[in-house]
């Protein structure tokens, strides 16, 4: 090697190599529309095996890679307490507490049941089991963002949850320790002791939030200073974390605290705008330094093992996630949406196995397997969750789960409905569904509304407005809106894919309706107009407001 190649930090030439290979990996994923996580992953699969670090004098096996991803980590779980809500928590804990608990009792009983089996002691049997019922909640919700549906109850379904998986490997971080180490006390009294020492750290950092952070925080606003505002955010979050770590609690409990501490106050939007960037650089890292584990040989031998494991993992996941949701009554559709977000092996899988092998390695073997089964899991998700659409009609078509495509209670055939003639049906109530309800009122069309929001729908019959809890995917659904003597009917939520299901089912039933549809990008506006639809193309009327608006500023005509 030269020598000027010699005076390069390591640590710098491996992080360049790491971060320009993340960039043309992640935009070939992005135009294949596939999490950025996979590339990551593939970015470090690459890096181990092209040859090029050992050419260059790196070393990937050293500590710098790992330290980074500890860091990574730290920064994962500081912003996870920061978006952890315990309003959240209040309007969900239905879906958390028992769609959250069923789904992580069935998925860790069968795991740790075949580890048993294999004859592996309990407590690794326990962590395996875990280890294979969480899920990808950045991948998941990150999907549900993409397809402009954050909103909707599958959404909703999955964040319950994850905010159980979350609370379950926060406990986890405690009792490690204590389940995995060498000590010579008794298990359960250690148990018991982390458990005390971590809700004590937990209970104390909240009070700190209260009392001491938010008017710290308060002080530093009040200067206009940014880069003061970031430092402090950045040295408060580090503190904490090393606190949680001196008292034994581990490094990334610690920074959750530290999250946790600014969740409620008023700063904590900004404080993620901050730290945001931050995350995401050593999280890439992270992954890619779990890429770096996967060895190809093992790949290479066992491919036919890891396909079949891959799709078992995620069939069984998806299973078991549908019926828990359907078991609490969740609509086909929502359900089969929360199953498809939620169906892989999630980070904090991979975070939980970098932790135990610090007590007790993991065997190599099935660290590989469950590395990799993650990657490819994690990459069917988008694709899958967009796959439910057409699943759920074709399910609708074959006459299944007719009995519950809707929550007992929700649906209010009154003799309003059933009297409407040349109404309007609007499907969807979010700002768009609303403006659009409030101007037909005022001159004196009536109106159903058809939407899949609980809430929306117990307010608006609290109003006395026709309302119908339905999927507008489902003939029943439009049946039950008069579909067959309506005027006009709008979609009025983003969401192409199921306008394209719902309208041959409209003209169907009543050729002649006025069809009205939005579309994000002028290739989902070009085929909704071939289907008969009079589109609202939303890059379009943003960018005719914007011109509107910036003419006036200069007083200029329009040309």
């Known amino acids: 090697m030269a020598s000027g190649a010699a005076d390069i930090s390591p640590l710098f030439g491996l992080l360049t190599l790491v971060l320009l290979l993340a960039v043309f990996v992640s935009l070939v994923m992005a135009r294949l529309r596939q999490s950025l996580l996979v590339g990551y992953f593939l970015c470090g699969i690459l890096i181990a095996n092209s040859g090029v670090p050992e050419w260059l004098g790196m070393d990937t096996k050293g500590a710098i890679i790992p330290q ?21 928590l209040h309007h969900l804990w239905r879906l958390a507490l028992f769609g959250g608990g069923m789904q992580v009792g069935i998925t860790a009983s069968l795991a740790g049941g075949i580890a048993a089996v294999c004859g592996r002691p309990w407590e690794e049997c326990l962590l395996i089991g875990i280890v294979f019922a969480l899920s990808s909640t950045a991948v998941s919700l990150k999907s549900f963002q993409d397809q402009g549906i954050g909103g909707s109850p599958g959404a909703k379904a999955a964040l319950g949850i994850a905010l159980f998986q979350d609370i379950l490997v926060i406990g986890l971080f405690l009792v490690l320790p204590a389940l995995l180490g060498n000590s010579d006390q008794p298990m359960g009294r250690e148990i018991l002791l982390a458990l005390g020492k971590g809700v004590a750290f937990l209970a104390g950092a909240a009070l700190l939030g209260r009392f001491g952070i ?75 330094s779990v890429g770096l584990m996967i060895e190809t040989q093992v790949v290479l031998a066992n491919w036919w093992i890891i396909l079949l494991g891959t799709l078992v993992i995620f069939l069984v996941k998806f299973l078991t996630v ?22 892989s092996v999630g980070e904090f899988s991979l975070v939980l196995i970098q932790k135990s092998n610090q007590y007790r390695p993991f065997d190599p073997w099935l660290e590989q397997m469950i590395l990799i089964c993650t990657a490819l899991g994690m990459a069917m998700i988008p694709g899958t969750m967009i796959a439910t659409a057409p699943l759920s009609a074709w399910l609708e078509r074959k006459g299944w789960f007719r009995s519950k495509r809707v929550t007992p209670g929700t649906l209010d055939l009154s003799s309003s409905i059933k009297s409407l003639e040349d109404h309007a049906v609007i499907c969807g109530y979010g700002p768009v569904g609303q403006a659009l309800h409030e101007a037909m009122l005022n001159v004196g069309v009536e109106c159903v509304v058809i939407d899949l929001n609980a809430d929306t729908v117990r307010q608006l019959k609290k109003q006395g407005y026709p309302v119908l809890f339905g999927d507008v995917t489902h003939p029943e659904a439009l049946a039950l809106a008069k579909i067959k003597r309506a005027r006009l009917i709008a979609f009025t939520f983003p969401q192409v894919h199921v306008t394209k299901l719902a309208i041959p089912l409209v003209q169907q039933e009543n050729p002649a309706i006025l069809v009205l549809a939005r579309a994000k990008f002028s290739s989902e506006a070009l085929e909704l107009s071939l289907m008969g639809a009079r589109v609202i193309h939303d890059e379009n009327e943003s960018a005719q407001a914007m011109v509107d608006l910036g003419m006036c500023a200069y007083e200029k005509p329009l040309v």
């Open 68 to 88: 980074l991803a500890e860091l990574g980590i730290v920064l994962l779980m500081f912003t996870l307490g920061v978006e952890f809500s315990i309003r959240e």
């Open 214 to 288: 938010n008017p710290l925080l308060h002080a530093v606003a009040k200067t206009r200073s940014r880069e003061l505002f970031t430092l402090t955010i950045i040295g408060m979050s580090a503190g904490v974390a090393y606190a949680g770590g001196a008292m034994e609690l581990s490094l990334a409990l610690g920074a959750f605290a530290g999250g946790l501490m600014v969740s409620e106050s008023i700063y904590s939007h900004r404080i993620m705008t901050d730290i945001l960037p931050f995350k995401d650089l050593f999280l890439t890292i992270f992954f890619v």
């Open 322 to 343: 549908f019926g828990v949701v359907r078991l609490l009554r969740l609509p086909l559709r929502p359900a089969l949406l929360a199953a498809a977000s939620l169906a």
